[in-house]
């Protein structure tokens, strides 16, 4: 059974109390060109926020917070990867930095003939092991082949994201915890993550929000010192 119209209206009021406004996210995520990837960014952001409060309002303990702190980290971990993706194939595709992300060195086989490679295999024997002949090609990487990790670190070799001060004057390694975000969401951790409990997840979502502002605030001021925007 449904709420009452009353209690929705209430619900909807508390979730969106103190909430940004449209066009503070507008403002927030300029710089993305693509509209479309935009407009999901800002609405995966309004989420997870109302969900915050949401939660927040039935003051959620066990199972319930675990659900909405994972839910939390898994949501912000999708923004911080597609706003690094965009920015960097956006403004810096004709880097040196961008190219070597999406390229890399392979071996590629070479088919010889049949009594060609008996040959090869008498004069190079090695253990019993069958000898392949090849050569090293650069070729693109497939999308899935470009880690999240190495985007990271591109995007810090360029200055686009990096260490800070925080208020009490403590060193934040931003790119570091970024990746580390993005770990946990994508399983890497999952059963270190069970060890460390609640509590660290609980840590790592607060980081995820809170890390957001310096993110969008170093991507900005980088994009406009090198002109971009």
Not at 72 to 99: C, G, H, M, P, R
Not at 120 to 136: C, M, N, R, T
Not at 153 to 162: C, F, K, M, Q, V
């Amino acid at each position: 059974m449904a709420f009452s119209e009353k209690l929705k209206s209430e619900i909807e009021l508390y979730c969106n109390n103190h909430l940004a406004t449209d066009s503070w996210y507008e403002n927030e995520f300029s710089f993305i060109q693509d509209m479309e990837l935009k407009n999901r960014i800002i609405a995966e952001f309004k989420a997870i926020r109302f969900a915050y409060k949401l939660y927040e309002g039935i003051e959620a303990t066990q199972e319930n917070l675990i659900f909405e702190v994972r839910n939390q980290i898994l949501a912000y971990a999708s923004i911080y990867e597609a706003v690094i993706e965009n920015v960097l194939s956006t403004y810096y595709s004709n880097t040196t930095e961008f190219d070597s992300l999406m390229h890399h060195v392979v071996p590629i086989k070479i088919s010889i003939p049949e009594n060609m490679q008996h040959i090869l295999q008498e004069a190079l024997s090695h253990d019993g092991k069958i000898i392949v002949p090849f050569y090293y090609d650069r070729k693109k990487k497939e999308k899935p082949q470009v880690r999240f990790d190495d985007k990271c670190r591109t995007a810090e070799s360029l200055g686009l994201i990096h260490k800070f001060l925080n208020n009490y004057g403590v060193e934040v390694d931003l790119p570091s915890e970024i990746i580390e975000i993005y770990s946990y969401r994508n399983g890497i951790h999952i059963i270190a993550e069970q060890r460390k409990g609640i509590n660290y997840e609980l840590e790592l979502s607060k980081k995820a929000y809170r890390r957001m502002r310096p993110f969008i605030d170093q991507l900005k001021e980088k994009l406009v010192e090198d002109g971009k925007i």
